[in-house]
T-cell receptor, first 114, second 112 residues
Framework: NAGVTQTPKFQVLKTGQSMTLQCAQD?????MSWYRQDPGMGLRLIHY???????DQGEVPNGYNVSRSTTEDFPLRLLSAAPSQTSVYFCASSWGSSSYNEQFFGPGTRLTVL | TQLLEQSPQFLSIQEGENLTVYCNSSSVFSSLQWYRQEPGEGPVLLVT?????EVKKLKRLTFQFGDARKDSSLHITAAQPGDTGLYLC????????????FGKGTKLSVIP
């Protein structure tokens, strides 16, 4: 199993550009989520999904869209990139939505917005 | 909004020393998880504690959940260079809640 994979590893955007961060998991996990990690801020939840076709907002959803058309994939879209979105983005998945379930994290995408 | 305060933020110690990292909140959590993250990688779960007063051991690492379920600690005995990394605590408000609140992390460096 590859686990949770994320592409690209690094990305540089100009202000106003749009892009999609890809996330895929091969563990048949129901729950998937996106976090951003900023220096001194810990991990903050952007959006999450409890299954195909179901998504919801987390703590910092503004400027981001998600969709979950399949169990395996959970892309994160930046509609119009802003310098404040410079961060490291992590996708995570778990087999269930209980807080007791281990979340498996991808390797991250480091995004810089100029 | 529930907050988790981790201390210390940075810790640099010599190999063989003991250390404790703290995770504190004014809110009650149904469970608390500890993760370890290495540079360029995602966090990896170390342990989940769910019962007030619970103590779990993972080799040289000892995790404790406070009786009131508002705080937790991670104690490492005889630290090794391989323990170097960022340690994150994360709490869940309810058993069915999948929204975790993460602390800001403790960056540990163990010097050989």
């Amino acid at each position: 199993n590859a686990g949770v994979t994320q592409t690209p590893k690094f990305q540089v955007l100009k202000t106003g550009q749009s892009m999609t961060l890809q996330c895929a998991q091969d563990m048949n996990h129901e729950y998937m989520s996106w976090y951003r990690q900023d220096p001194g801020m810990g991990l903050r939840l952007i959006h999450y999904s409890v299954g195909a076709g179901i998504t919801d907002q987390g703590e910092v959803p503004n400027g981001y869209n998600v969709s979950r058309s399949t169990t395996e994939d959970f892309p994160l879209r930046l509609l119009s990139a802003a310098p404040s979105q410079t961060s490291v983005y992590f996708c995570a998945s778990s087999w269930g939505s209980s807080s007791y379930n281990e979340q498996f994290f991808g390797p991250g995408t480091r995004l810089t917005v100029l | 909004t529930q907050l988790l305060e981790q201390s210390p933020q940075f810790l640099s110690i010599q190999e063989g020393e003991n250390l404790t990292v703290y995770c504190n909140s004014s809110s009650v959590f149904s469970s608390l998880q500890w993760y370890r993250q290495e540079p360029g990688e995602g966090p990896v779960l170390l342990v989940t504690v769910v019962t007030g007063g619970e103590v779990k051991k993972l080799k040289r690492l000892t995790f404790q959940f406070g009786d009131a379920r508002k705080d937790s600690s991670l104690h490492i005995t005889a630290a090794q260079p391989g323990d170097t990394g960022l340690y994150l605590c994360a709490g869940a408000a309810g058993a069915g809640s999948y929204q975790l609140t993460f602390g800001k992390g403790t960056k540990l460096s163990v010097i050989p």
